[in-house]
């Protein structure tokens, strides 16, 4: 699982930061005659999107960025539910699962048999699929990535000029909203993991690590990306708070309550 996340959250940072790089540095403008079913299919259609409406707002683009931010993280609004729900639920089995690893910690063949039985045992009693959570991911995925290089490829977003305080098409001279972007990272990252506590140091390392990247990113890439992460972040942390609880997570704190009710009439 820590590995999962890990291998996970590397293969975003490396995608982002590669396509965003060779795309910044050599731009490569969306348009309707763009070739290539990604360029095609992709990301011209979210480029229209975004500049449709950037019309519709008197050609504001930051208004667009915002606006469809929101709308594509509406849209995937169940599969991002259905992650985080078990994401929450894998870490509410944690303590169990790391009881199991101590009593199975031989590491022969019988042994780690025995571990892999009682684990899936673990999973079926709370209902948790340990795969669950990649499913959603893989299809949001695509999706956000050509949100993030439709931004970069519409040329109207690079000669947009200033929205706010910062020309979308330039890094933000006053680093407020680098700043605000590696903040509400790191504060969706700590509520998605509230309850973990020191069970997974590789978590708590991406923790630190993802903001203070998305900061270095954020620093040096045009600030309409900026503003796009900023909104998709406080989108987030809104929808993590509001999740619904895992069952799982229920059941351990009604056994725990159940445990002190035994333990008061003893």
Known sequence: MKKRILWISAVILVVLLTAGCSTIDNPDYITAESTGFWSKYIVYPLSWVITTFAEMFGNSYGLAIIVVTILIRLAILPLMIKQTQNSKAMQAIQ?????LKEKYSSKDQKTQQKLQEETMKLFQTHNVNPLAGCFPLLIQMPILIGFYQAIIRTEGIAKAGDFLWFDLGAPDPLYLLPIIAGITTFLQQKIMMAGTGNANP???MMLYIMPVMI????????????????VGNIFMIVQTYFIKPP????????????????GAKK
Do not use: D, S
């Open 247 to 262: 069952v799982a997570q229920t059941n351990n704190q009604n056994n725990t309550n159940k445990g002190k009710v035994r």
């Open 215 to 230: 900061l270095i990113f954020a620093i040096n890439f045009p600030a309409a990306l900026a503003l796009y992460w900023v």
């Open 202 to 204: 590789q978590m708590q």
């Open 95 to 99: 303590p169990e699962m790391q009881k």
